[in-house]
């Protein structure tokens, strides 16, 4: 029972473009959200975070935004660099519980 | 300071065989959390240790179990091993128990069961 879910394993954009990468969550009990950034043989590093009682946050080049409705959240990077090349994992936390997704696969061509 | 470190840092056991990974958090972090990456399945939590009590817990069968001691250094414990647990074993520290987005990541056990 997957409640977090990316339904893309992988990504490719061209450096300077904007990459938008997608997470869908089933339970309407999550109130916080966040993104987690990996590089090979490396633990997940956190990179940005949403709670529920906002549709946008902000830092930097990375944006998420959340569409409760919908219950989805993106996580948007202008401009893309090739340093961004990493695996990203959107993650939901609520009622003391905490799911990740499968991740996306990004890859940012020079 | 130092990060989260993690031993060991490959493991290769045969099914049916238990194993015991351990997480070292960093100084002054008393929250442990402990979550097994798959291909299939991405990040899934197992559960998180605060001041030596296990907090929450996901959804993973009672073969798989943890311990904090009181220096905040906790082990992970996996009975009767079966070819399915064969995955990445990542820990993160954290100051409090839920510090879901100021916890560190270890670099994780990769474990492969034959």
């Known amino acids: 029972d997957q409640q977090v879910k990316q339904n893309s394993p992988s990504l490719s954009v061209q450096e300077g473009r904007i990459s938008i990468l997608n997470c869908d969550y089933t339970n309407s009990m999550f109130d916080y959200f966040l993104w987690y950034k990996k590089y090979p043989a490396e633990g997940p590093t956190f990179l940005i975070s949403i709670s529920s009682i906002k549709d946008k946050n902000e830092d930097g080049r990375f944006t998420v935004f959340l569409n409760k409705s919908a219950k989805h959240l993106s996580l948007h990077i202008v401009p893309s660099q090739p340093g961004d090349s990493a695996v990203y994992f959107c993650?939901?936390?609520?009622?003391?519980?905490?799911?990740f997704g499968t991740g996306t696969s990004l890859t940012v061509i020079p | 300071k130092a990060g989260v470190t993690q031993t060991p840092r490959y493991l290769i056991k045969t099914r049916g065989q238990q194993v015991t990974l351990s997480c070292s958090p960093i100084s002054g972090h008393r929250s442990v959390s402990w979550y097994q990456q798959t291909p299939g399945q991405g990040l899934q939590f197992l559960f998180e240790y605060f001041s030596e009590t296990q907090r929450n817990k996901g959804n993973f069968p009672g073969r798989f179990s943890g311990r904090q001691f009181s220096n905040s250094r906790s082990e992970m414990n996996v009975s009767t091993l079966e070819l399915g647990d064969s995955a990445l074993y990542l820990c993160a520290s954290s100051l409090a128990s839920g510090d879901t987005d100021t916890q560190y990541f270890g670099p994780g056990t990769r474990l492969t069961v034959l």
């Open positions: 993650a939901a936390s609520g009622s003391n519980q905490f799911y």
